[in-house]
T-cell receptor, first 115, second 113 residues
Framework: AQKVTQAQTEISVVEKEDVTLDCVYETRDTTYYLFWYKQPPSGELVFLIRRNSFDEQNEISGRYSWNFQKSTSSFNFTITASQVVDSAVYFCALLTNNAGNMLTFGGGTRLMVKP | AAGVIQSPRHLIKEKRETATLKCYPIPRHDTVYWYQQGPGQDPQFLISFYEKMQSDKGSIPDRFSAQQFSDYHSELNMSSLELGDSALYFC????????????FGPGTRLTVT
């Protein structure tokens, strides 16, 4: 069975603060893919990143960075110097070949960035 | 670049009515996925198609059916609608053999009254 847990249901920060969104996953497969999606109030799902299970290299893209640690089955997402436009629900998701290539989403973390 | 198109974007139906949601994948994408996102919930996988054949089935009610046509567009048919079917329905597409990213459409917001 596969599972994605985002323990933080809601986070509130003040603009320019750094914030980390946690994601813990469970799978018995050795090959899998992890994703982060952003869902702004308008409702669409915006792809942010994909990470393969065999690539533990961390990634930075502008103010966004991701920390993938297989030892703790975590794939955390950090926003540096948050902005009001970062306010959204963020979903972590897992995909494995043996589970039919569908995405299993975590419950999401609602991030509110206040001016 | 062309994206996934879903129509309609908004739909209001009454209980026991039927609804049809349409999805037009990115050109040359051969796989379509349907997800349902209830209010305040995460998206849940419903069903997927590869090359016009159903490939996987998730938590799709028996009242729902779907298919993929020869032009790769897909339709989700929903009958005997219930209040609990009110949700955002996403379609995503992907090209088999390429990366595993699923490209999501903007969603169809279905409201059942």
């Amino acid at each position: 069975a596969q599972k994605v847990t985002q323990a933080q249901t809601e986070i509130s920060v003040v603009e320019k603060e750094d914030v980390t969104l946690d994601c813990v996953y469970e799978t018995r497969d050795t090959t899998y893919y992890l994703f982060w999606y952003k869902q702004p109030p308008s409702g669409e799902l915006v792809f942010l990143i994909r990470r393969n299970s065999f690539d533990e290299q961390n990634e930075i893209s502008g103010r966004y960075s991701w920390n993938f640690q297989k030892s703790t089955s975590s794939f955390n997402f950090t926003i540096t110097a948050s902005q009001v436009v970062d306010s959204a629900v963020y979903f972590c998701a897992l995909l494995t070949n043996n589970a039919g290539n569908m995405l299993t989403f975590g419950g999401g973390t609602r991030l509110m960035v206040k001016p | 670049a062309a994206g996934v198109i879903q129509s309609p974007r908004h739909l209001i139906k009454e209980k026991r009515e039927t609804a049809t949601l349409k999805c037009y994948p990115i050109p040359r994408h051969d796989t379509v996925y349907w997800y349902q996102q209830g209010p305040g919930q995460d998206p849940q996988f419903l069903i997927s198609f590869y090359e016009k054949m159903q490939s996987d089935k998730g938590s799709i009610p028996d009242r729902f059916s779907a298919q993929q046509f020869s032009d790769y567009h897909s339709e989700l048919n929903m009958s005997s609608l219930e209040l609990g079917d009110s949700a955002l329905y996403f379609c995503a597409s992907r090209k088999q053999g390429s990366d595993y990213e699923q490209y999501f459409g903007p969603g169809t917001r279905l409201t059942v009254t």
